[in-house]
Nanobody
Framework: QVQLVESGGGLVQPGGSLRLSCAAS????????MRWYRQAPGKERELVAR???????DYGDSVKGRFTISRDNAKNTVYLQMDSLKPEDTAVYYC??????????????WGQGTQVTVSS
């Protein structure tokens, strides 16, 4: 099994910044894609950003130019640097990875979510 622990959420004023982290642990053999999703109240979960094991990243249209995803493969950790935050970025942010354990097939794992609130 793979466990994901997210951190870094909180309350920030519009225009501010936050950095989310998600550390994967367990009997990990390899991790391919690492992603951040978010879900605001009353809305569907949406993909914010994703990054390959080689470091190629892409972003949802609403966050391009403001958010940066990165990863540290040695630490099995993915980050989301969020700058120029807007009230509409308020949501629960979820980490998602595709990982293979030493004995299992490639499958998708989810973190528990971390709240980000952008408000003055």
């Amino acid at each position: 099994q793979v466990q994901l622990v997210e951190s870094g959420g909180g309350l920030v004023q519009p225009g501010g910044s936050l950095r989310l982290s998600c550390a994967a642990s367990g009997s990990i053999f390899t991790i391919s894609f690492m992603r951040w999703y978010r879900q605001a109240p009353g809305k569907e979960r949406e993909l914010v950003a994703r990054i390959t094991s080689g470091g190629t990243a892409d972003y949802g249209d609403s966050v391009k130019g403001r958010f940066t995803i990165s990863r540290d493969n040695a630490k099995n950790t993915v980050y989301l640097q969020m700058d120029s935050l807007k009230p509409e970025d308020t949501a629960v942010y979820y980490c998602n990875v595709d990982a293979r354990t030493a004995v299992g097939p490639l499958r998708s794992y989810w973190g528990q979510g971390t709240q980000v609130t952008v408000s003055s």
